[in-house]
């Protein structure tokens, strides 16, 4: 199959403002995309995607009719659209504004101003999203793995799970919050549990807890991919015995080199 190049690119380009749409759009013709469709409301986005989904859609937070958070919660809920890569551009830095963009599956979020490197670094992480590339655990026997993942997010599992079968897994079995995943740890034996942070119900940290100190399987290997950026919070996590952290959004070759490591430590 022939490799996905930053040209083959679809775009749709969601931005009110014609300076920012200018800019923008001259950056992804510079770095040699040539299908972009750009558009100044988030109905008006919508309506072209359901008529031909794009590879990718970039918005920026604040539309004339919604929010970049109301635009890609919605994409979420198509299953259309439900995988669709999404960038958004934005000056807001508010962690709370900003973690339901992030927990709904945004490949990146760019500050403004960005340059177009950033944007370059933002859309090779979008090619490698959508190609899911084989990946070869080294001297892993992968097939033989039950694989446990913990996510709120449909996108995130799918894209997890689309990584785990490159990767050879098939023993693959999801939870949409830590109490769901408890319940399957309860039930199940898994050599390995990959999990979020923020989940309703039970969140990570109590998810983790759980697993240590009351679960049959207190030594199993946990990794947990998350965009939560409170120090205090990951250090707690680390305290409740997570074997490694890996940063939300990831390139697959990092989800690699945590699974090795992870899972070599557990064989040694």
Do not use: W
């Not at 962690?95 to 945004?106: E, H, K, W, Y």
């Amino acid at each position: 199959m022939n490799q996905l190049e930053l040209g083959d690119l679809s775009v749709i380009l969601v931005e009110p403002s014609l300076t920012q749409r200018h800019i923008i759009d001259g950056y992804l013709s510079d770095l040699g995309i040539s299908k972009i469709e750009t558009l100044e409301s988030g109905e008006a986005a919508l309506e072209a995607m359901r008529r031909t989904p794009p590879d990718l859609v970039i918005s920026t937070l604040y539309l004339p009719d919604m929010t970049g958070t109301d635009l890609v919660t919605t994409m979420r809920n198509e299953p259309l659209l439900v995988d669709t890569a999404y960038i958004l551009i934005s000056s807001e830095t508010r962690l709370r504004v900003l973690d339901p963009i992030r927990q709904a599956g945004a490949i990146a979020i760019l500050p403004k101003p960005f340059s177009e490197d950033d944007l370059k670094i933002a859309l090779k992480s979008t090619v490698a999203y959508i190609e899911t590339p084989e990946i070869h655990l080294d001297n892993i026997d992968t097939e033989s793995l039950r694989i446990l993942v913990v996510d709120d997010s449909q996108m995130a599992r799918n894209h997890i799970r689309r990584l785990l079968e490159a990767m050879g897994m098939e023993q693959i079995t999801e939870a949409e919050n830590g109490s769901e995943g408890a319940q399957l740890v309860n039930d199940h034996y898994f050599d390995l549990v990959i999990t979020d942070y923020n989940m309703p119900e039970m969140n990570g940290q109590e998810f983790i807890d759980y697993i240590r100190n009351n679960s049959l399987q207190p030594t199993m290997p946990i990794l947990m991919i998350t965009s939560e950026s409170n120090q205090s919070r990951l250090a707690a996590v680390q305290q409740s015995g997570v074997s490694a952290i890996c940063d939300k959004p990831f390139e697959p070759i990092i989800l690699k080199r945590y699974l090795e490591k992870t899972l070599a430590d557990e064989n040694n």
